[in-house]
Structure formats: structure tokens, C-alpha cells
């Protein structure tokens, strides 16, 4: 089976948005692919595919946790796949965040709820490559902040970025951490990473 490569997730504005990119595919005669339900229990988000081109696929993300919801391009070929986003971002002009606002966004939450979905957005959102700034921000978060719920969410958003420099945080986390759960977050994502042969640990 041939790799498909996938562009920087677009994260919306006001999600849900299943039904507005459900028309848009329609109109465009696009046949759905693939259609995963929410599953809380398994920590597996929503997620619904569309065939665009013979290569190429539009895909619909919710996030199990939030709800925050993005869009991304799937291809064989990972032009023709940043083609696709780049369409479909044009046609929903203003209803996606630009990649600054989503670290802005962080340092001006407040709210823990209001936090926690900013970290997740961000790790949605975030570059396909290692990048310092979101780097710094999810990290401090992760190892910093005096709420264990939010130091938790914070790892939970690694899940999306696949980054081999997170790994030396979450072997600190999954020891240092006073709060069990964290400790056990940290490991759990360890563990996806190692299995999915991100970081080169064995």
C-alpha cells in the first residue's frame, strides 16, 4: 500500500463543521470513504473521509476530548495533497485559525476549560515538523502548570504533533510527576510513540 502523506491540520473556528464539509463534498461529487465514531472510552476521535481525487482524500478530524474539530489533505503525492487543503481553505475563508493564533490563544487563556481546548487546538494545529515555539508552550504546560487536569490535557495534545524531542519530557513526566495520572498519560503516549517507531526507542 502506497504511504499517503498528510498537510498541517487546519483547526475551525466554531466547530462542529461535519455538515457544512458534508455539503461541500457533496457539491463537488465526492464519495465518502471512511466514517470512524467518536469512542471516549478507546480515546479515539470522530473522524470522516471523503475521495477527492484517485489519490488523494479530505479529512475531517473532531477531537474525542474537546470536540475541536480540523481539516487535512491526504495523498500519495503530498503536493497534490497540500493542493486539496489549500482549495478547501480558500473556499471557508475566516472560518480557520491562522498557525500564530493558536499559540496566542494559550498565553491569553485564563479559564482552565478555555485552556485545555487552546492546547488541544495547538496540537491540531500544529507545524508537521519540530517547532520551538509550540514546543515550549505545550511543554511548559505539561511539566509547569499547577493543575494536574491541564498538565494532563497538555500531554494529550502531544498525541497530534508525533515529535521525537517530546520524548525525554514524558520519560521525566511519566517519573517526576506527583499525580498518578499524569505519571500514567505520559506513559501511555511513550508507549504510542515507541510503537509507532517515532524517537527510535526500542
Known amino acids: 500500500m502506497a504511504r499517503l502523506y498528510r498537510t498541517r491540520r487546519r483547526v475551525l473556528r466554531d466547530p462542529p463543521m461535519e455538515r457544512d464539509f458534508e455539503i461541500y463534498a457533496?457539491?463537488?461529487s465526492w464519495p465518502q470513504e471512511r466514517s470512524v465514531p467518536r469512542d471516549a472510552s478507546a480515546a479515539v476521535d470522530h473522524e470522516v473521509l471523503w475521495r477527492a481525487t484517485e489519490g488523494g482524500l479530505f479529512d475531517y478530524l473532531e477531537a474525542y476530548l474537546t470536540g475541536d474539530a480540523c481539516i487535512l489533505g491526504l495523498s500519495e503525492d503530498l503536493a497534490q495533497a497540500e493542493?486539496?487543503?489549500e482549495t478547501v481553505e480558500s473556499d471557508f475563508d475566516g472560518m480557520i485559525y491562522e498557525e500564530g493564533e493558536l499559540l496566542d490563544r494559550i498565553e491569553m487563556s485564563a479559564d482552565p476549560q478555555e485552556?485545555?481546548?487552546t492546547l488541544?487546538?495547538?496540537?491540531?494545529?500544529?507545524?508537521?515538523t519540530f517547532d520551538q515555539e509550540f514546543f515550549?508552550?505545550?511543554v511548559d504546560h505539561a511539566t509547569s502548570n499547577p493543575e494536574f487536569?491541564?498538565?494532563e490535557i497538555a500531554i494529550y495534545s502531544m498525541v497530534y504533533m508525533e515529535w521525537p524531542e517530546f520524548m525525554p519530557v514524558l520519560?521525566?513526566?511519566s517519573v517526576d510527576?506527583?499525580?498518578m495520572r499524569v505519571r500514567d498519560r505520559a506513559q501511555i503516549l511513550l508507549d504510542a510513540y515507541r510503537n509507532a517507531g517515532i524517537g527510535g526507542d526500542s
Open 26 to 28: 457533496e457539491s463537488r
Open 83 to 85: 493542493s486539496l487543503i
Open 115 to 117: 485552556l485545555a481546548r
Open 120 to 128: 488541544i487546538r495547538a496540537g491540531l494545529g500544529a507545524p508537521l
Open 136 to 138: 515550549d508552550l505545550i
Open 149 to 151: 487536569r491541564i498538565r
Open 171 to 173: 520519560r521525566r513526566i
Open 177 to 179: 510527576d506527583p499525580e
